[in-house]
């Protein structure tokens, strides 16, 4: 069973960056995709974006043109670099892989984006 844990999160004006990785325990490869979520409490987890195996990339609309999803399997790990904050972009960032008997998470990284 893989582990995921994010890093990188933290507190970041508007306009601002950030760059989330996200390391396996294991292989990436073993998995079709890995992806990015975020949760503000009290709402569902919503997508932000996923990177297959072939690095195809696909991205929710809120965050398309502003966030990049990019993978090192070497490294077994995802990244997510983050342009452009708004303060709707504050919520827990979770890193998840993609199998075919259902998706692994990692705790989540908490992105604060305020002045």
């Known amino acids: 069973q893989v582990q995921l844990v994010e890093s990188g999160g933290g507190l970041v004006q508007p306009g601002g960056s950030l760059k989330l990785s996200c390391a396996a325990s294991g292989s990436i490869r073993s998995f079709y995709a890995m992806g990015w979520y975020r949760q503000v409490p009290g709402k569902q987890r919503d997508f932000v974006a996923s990177?297959?195996?072939?690095?195809?990339?696909n991205y929710g609309d809120s965050v398309q043109g502003r966030f990049v999803i990019s993978r090192d399997n070497a490294k077994n790990t995802v990244y997510l670099q983050m342009n452009s904050l708004r303060p709707e972009d504050t919520a827990i960032y979770y890193c998840t892989a993609y199998s075919t008997g259902g998706n692994y998470w990692g705790q989540g990284t908490q992105v604060t984006v305020s002045s």
């Open positions: 990177i297959s195996e072939d690095r195809y990339t």
